[in-house]
C-alpha cells in the first residue's frame, strides 16, 4: 500500500486503455454493446459476455478493431459456475483482467398488484446477485491480489428515485424489483469501493436514464419532469463508463455517475 500520490508524468492520454482487458456483461445488444464498442475504440480488448449469442457484436469488434482481441461467451450472470469459469478463463487467457463491467440486466414492470415472485426473483437474482458473483470472481483472486483493477456497475435512476413518478405498465415505470435491484447496485457498489480501495482497486457505478434500448422499446415515457426531455443514448452510458474506466479516473471510487437528462438531481 502508497499512501503518495502517483509520480507525475508528461502529460499522456489518461484516457487510452489500449493493452488494457475487459469483460462487459450483456453485451450482446443495448448499452452493454455501446460499451464494449466504446471501451475497444479506446484500445481495450474486450470478452462480450451474454446469455443471449454475442456473436454479431464480436464479429463487428474484431472488424473495427483488428489489432485487438475480441471473445464471446455465452454465460447466465445468475449461474455461480459460469461466472467464475468465464472471470478464469479471462484471465487465463490474457495474463489480466483490468475493467469489468456489470451491465446485464433485466426490467420486469407489472404493477404492485400483480408482481409475481418469479419476476421479482428474475430482476433481483439477474441484476443485483449477477453483479454481486462477477465483482467477487473478479476481485478475489484477481484484482484484489493483483493490486489493480476497476468495476463499473450499472445501476438505474430508479435506484435512487424509485422510477418515475406515473407511467404504469408501459407508460416507463419499472416494477419494484427493478428500483430494489438498482438501489441495491449503488449500496453494493459503495460497499466494495470501501472493501477494495486500500489495494488499489476502484468500483464505482452509473446510473444511467431512460435510453433508446430494447429494454424501453415498447414503453412511452413523460419528460415533463426531465431537464434534458429526450431519452439518452446507448452512446451516451457508453462514454460515462468509458470514463471511470480509463486511467483518466483512476481517483474516482464508491460514485455513482447520473447520465440522466437531469431526472434525478442529487
Ligand atoms: N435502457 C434504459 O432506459 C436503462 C435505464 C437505466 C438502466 N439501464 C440498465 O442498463 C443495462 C442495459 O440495459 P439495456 O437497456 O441495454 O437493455 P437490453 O435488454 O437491451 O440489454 C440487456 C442485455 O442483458 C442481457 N441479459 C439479461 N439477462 C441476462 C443474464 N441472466 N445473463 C447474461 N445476460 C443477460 C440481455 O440478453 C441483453 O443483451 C441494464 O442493467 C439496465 O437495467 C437501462
Redesign the pocket.
Known amino acids: 500500500m502508497t499512501t503518495t500520490a502517483p509520480e507525475r508524468v508528461a502529460p499522456v492520454d489518461l484516457f487510452d486503455l489500449t493493452g488494457r482487458v475487459a469483460l462487459v ?10 460499451i464494449a464498442e466504446q471501451l475497444a475504440q479506446r484500445g481495450a480488448s474486450v470478452v462480450v ?4 449469442d ?1 456473436a454479431e457484436t464480436v464479429e463487428a469488434l474484431r472488424a473495427a478493431y483488428p489489432s485487438s482481441t475480441f471473445e464471446g461467451r455465452v ?5 455461480r459456475a459460469e461466472v467464475e469459469a468465464v472471470v478464469n478463463e479471462t484471465v487465463a487467457q490474457f495474463g489480466q483482467l483490468d475493467i469489468l463491467v ?6 420486469s414492470r407489472s404493477g404492485l398488484p400483480e408482481f409475481t415472485d418469479e419476476e421479482w426473483f428474475r430482476d433481483i ?3 443485483l446477485r ?1 453483479t454481486f458473483l462477477f465483482c467477487q470472481a473478479a476481485l478475489h483472486p484477481h484484482m484484489v491480489e493483483r493490486g489493480a483493477g476497476t468495476i463499473i456497475n ?5 435506484g435512487i428515485m424509485g422510477g418515475p413518478t406515473s407511467g404504469g405498465e408501459g407508460g416507463g415505470r ?1 416494477g419494484p424489483a ?1 428500483a430494489a435491484s ?1 438501489g441495491g447496485i449503488i449500496a453494493l457498489t459503495t460497499w466494495l469501493a470501501k472493501e477494495v480501495g486500500r489495494h488499489g482497486v476502484t468500483v464505482n457505478s452509473v ?10 422499446g415498447t ?1 412511452s415515457y413523460d419528460f415533463s419532469q426531465q431537464l434534458l426531455q429526450r ?2 443514448t ?1 452512446e451516451e ?1 457508453g462514454a460515462a463508463v468509458t470514463y471511470l474506466a480509463s486511467p483518466g479516473a483512476g481517483y474516482v471510487t464508491g460514485q455513482t455517475l447520473r447520465v ?1 437528462g437531469g431526472a434525478a438531481l442529487g
Open positions: 456483461t450483456g453485451a450482446a445488444r443495448g448499452i452493454g454493446r455501446s459476455v451474454d446469455v443471449l454475442p454465460v447466465d450472470v445468475r449461474e456489470n451491465n446485464a440486466g433485466t426490467a437474482d439477474t441484476n449477477g450499472i445501476s438505474s435512476i430508479s419499472s427493478y438498482k446510473a444511467p436514464g431512460p435510453v433508446a434500448t430494447p429494454m424501453t414503453v431519452m439518452g446507448p452510458i440522466c
